[in-house]
């Protein structure tokens, strides 16, 4: 395995990013992209906007995407149950997570590579989460150091894929607590990677290939290649992971990409409590699908659990995390638990809700957003699925979250 100098502080100068803009004007969205109406209208834009290798990427999942589709599907086993009658008039969207009050139950899920879809994406979705007073999970699999995401955005948390090393773990830590963060999420699902084929296929892989197929792909989507590409090469230059450890890690380009994800099979429990130790801050485990896990987890010193199959891009066939969030739900009455994975309308987060859920996070459709519009496209996605959980509620006949509970359901086929 590579050496690597374990210092808490990455090893080159900072840029300089912008600041946190509160007070400047709302950026709009381009008139071309006026007739976007739902988050699915952000994916088929991007479809059209990106490399094919590059959607691929941000869309696809494992083998045969069942995992995928699953996390779609089961929402529809559900109906609501409504309540009429009911003054809505007052109604809020606003929740309370971890001690800090949301303006949505909704926040950005971490997603890695965001500034190759996007132009420095990851500071993109960071400024239209503080904007909008929603969550930003910062992804350690990102193009952009974490130092500079934190200026942007104070109140944004720090997804890690840990480093397989004790040490290297403590200095990660190191880095992130000195750089301001308070929310810690440790990703635990990725023991080894998964078998994204359907990237393969599409042309995309990591570390990327040149090839004559992926220049044809840049030159025929020029607002991709000009806009986000050269202007990253132009300004930047050559895009590294820059958080997977306290130091820089490898160019996109670059072999060592696959080892530097490779070393995590044997991270155990054990770990997770020396981190519980070692952190400070609040510490959430996203990846669990187990009742087992969960209260292990919470037992362990976790502050919130995330449910999540990853999307679907890792064990093709795993549950879809809306099934077991009751158990997990049970299992840790005392710890809020959280949901990812296939929440695309309003009516999804509301039924998360019901069953248990304290918030949700989307990932893939604010990346779309991020790509095909910027910081407008990312604050236009929010609006739209704050605007349908608020909506919804009026149809559902409730006046706060906190209200929601399984008595709104009916489970409208067997249990699998």
């Not at 519009?373 to 699925?385: I, P, Q």
């Amino acid at each position: 395995m590579q050496a690597r100098s374990h210092t808490a502080i990455a090893d080159r100068a900072p840029e300089s990013p912008p600041q946190p803009r509160e007070n400047t004007a709302r950026p709009a969205l381009p008139a071309r992209h006026r007739g976007i109406l739902s988050l699915d209208d952000f994916e088929a834009a991007a479809r059209r906007h990106l490399p094919e290798p590059v959607f691929a990427y941000v869309a696809g999942a494992a083998e045969t995407n069942q995992s995928f589709r699953e996390n779609r599907e089961v929402f529809q086993h559900y109906a609501f149950i409504t309540r009429v009658l009911v003054d809505i008039s007052q109604r809020t969207t606003a929740t309370t997570l971890m001690g800090k009050r949301y303006d949505a139950p909704f926040g950005v899920a971490p997603m890695g590579l965001a500034a190759l879809s996007a132009y420095r994406g990851d500071l993109v979705l960071a400024q239209a989460a503080a904007r909008e007073n929603v969550p930003f999970v910062m992804s350690g699999s990102s193009l952009i150091r974490l130092e500079d995401v934190v200026r942007v955005n104070p109140d944004a948390w720090f997804q890690a894929y840990l480093p397989g090393e004790d040490g290297a773990i403590r200095a990660l830590l190191e880095r992130v607590q000195a750089a301001g963060y308070r929310t810690l999420v440790v990703t635990v699902d990725t023991a080894v990677g998964a078998n994204r084929e359907n990237n393969v296929r599409a042309g995309f892989s990591i570390p990327m290939r040149p090839s004559l197929r992926l220049a044809w792909q840049g030159l025929s989507h020029p607002r991709w290649l000009i806009g986000t590409f050269l202007r990253t090469l132009a300004l930047h230059g050559m895009p590294h992971f820059e958080n997977n450890y306290a130091t820089r890690g490898a160019p996109i380009l670059s072999p060592n990409v696959e080892r530097d994800f490779s070393d995590r099979g044997h991270l155990d429990w054990r770990h997770f409590a020396m981190i519980r130790k070692l952190w400070p801050g609040a510490l959430v485990i996203k990846g669990v699908l187990s009742p087992v896990d969960a209260a292990s987890a919470a037992q362990a010193g976790a502050d919130g659990i995330i449910v999540s199959n990853h999307g679907g891009r890792q064990l093709d066939g795993a549950v879809a995390p809306l099934r077991v969030l009751p158990r997990i739900v049970e299992a840790c009455p005392d710890v809020p638990v959280m949901l990812d994975s296939g929440l695309r309308r309003g009516s999804d987060v509301l039924k998360a809700m019901a069953l248990g859920a304290k918030f949700v996070f989307v990932g893939r459709p604010f990346s779309f957003a991020a790509a095909v519009a910027g910081e407008a496209g990312v604050l236009k996605a929010v609006e739209l699925l704050r605007q349908e959980v608020s909506r919804n509620m009026a149809l559902l006949g409730i006046t706060s979250l906190e209200q929601l509970d399984e008595s709104f359901l009916v489970r409208t086929t067997p249990e699998a």
